[in-house]
T-cell receptor, first 112, second 112 residues
Framework: ELKVEQNPLFLSMQEGKNYTIYCNYSTTSDRLYWYRQDPGKSLESLFVLLSNGAVKQEGRLMASLDTKARLSTLHITAAVHDLSATYFC????????????FGKGMKLTVNP | DAGITQSPRHKVTETGTPVTLRCHQTENHRYMYWYRQDPGHGLRLIHYSYGVKDTDKGEVSDGYSVSRSKTEDFLLTLESATSSQTSVYFCAITRTGAGGYTFGSGTRLTVV
């Protein structure tokens, strides 16, 4: 059974600071996704990582995937208040169903 | 944005009553999914569909049934609603091989 763990689950940080959050998963997969959710809203796709070593960047966020370590990181550079949200990673089950297993999500608060 | 809509957006119902949530897509995608989101649990898969009349259970399927009689519609039914089914329900679609989901806006269901 695939399990996906995110840490930390809650993060409060100051504007301008850097931080890395982690997503570990328990069984083989080479497809991982990051989503953002604002309070009361739906999930919005941030990054699609489809192979070992994949790195994607969008603004102040950069995501990477190490399939051998079963680990993805989401690095925040010079945080701003607008990044405050909940971030989910999700890992695709192998076998063709394209089912995703989600982590519990990390709630990020960026303080001025 | 992909054409995916959920209805209703909010619903309050009484324990023991049946409830049906609707997910409608205009993208002709093969795969459709129902997830529930609860604090501390992230998103958990209830049921999914890989084509008309082809459905399968997810990890939290007890108390739920689904139907897909047309490509565009995926219905989730709570056969006899319980308070433990109070949650936010998200429908998602994916294009085969594209990687990742597009989510509907969600349905907030309260069972009293």
């Amino acid at each position: 059974e695939l399990k996906v763990e995110q840490n930390p689950l809650f993060l409060s940080m100051q504007e301008g600071k850097n931080y890395t959050i982690y997503c570990n998963y328990s069984t083989t997969s080479d497809r991982l996704y990051w989503y953002r959710q604002d309070p009361g809203k739906s999930l919005e796709s941030l990054f699609v990582l489809l192979s070992n070593g994949a790195v994607k960047q969008e603004g102040r966020l950069m995501a990477s995937l190490d399939t051998k370590a079963r680990l993805s990181t989401l690095h925040i550079t010079a945080a701003v208040h607008d990044l405050s949200a909940t971030y989910f990673c999700a890992v695709e089950l192998q076998g063709g169903s394209e089912k995703l297993v989600f982590g519990k999500g990390m709630k990020l608060t960026v303080n001025p | 944005d992909a054409g995916i809509t959920q209805s209703p957006r909010h619903k309050v119902t009484e324990t023991g009553t049946p409830v049906t949530l609707r997910c409608h897509q205009t993208e002709n995608h093969r795969y459709m999914y129902w997830y529930r989101q609860d604090p501390g649990h992230g998103l958990r898969l209830i049921h999914y569909s890989y084509g008309v009349k082809d459905t399968d259970k997810g990890e939290v399927s007890d108390g739920y049934s689904v139907s897909r009689s047309k490509t565009e519609d995926f219905l989730l039914t709570l056969e006899s609603a319980t308070s433990s089914q109070t949650s936010v329900y998200f429908c998602a679609i994916t294009r085969t091989g594209a990687g990742g989901y597009t989510f509907g806006s969600g349905t907030r269901l309260t069972v009293v």
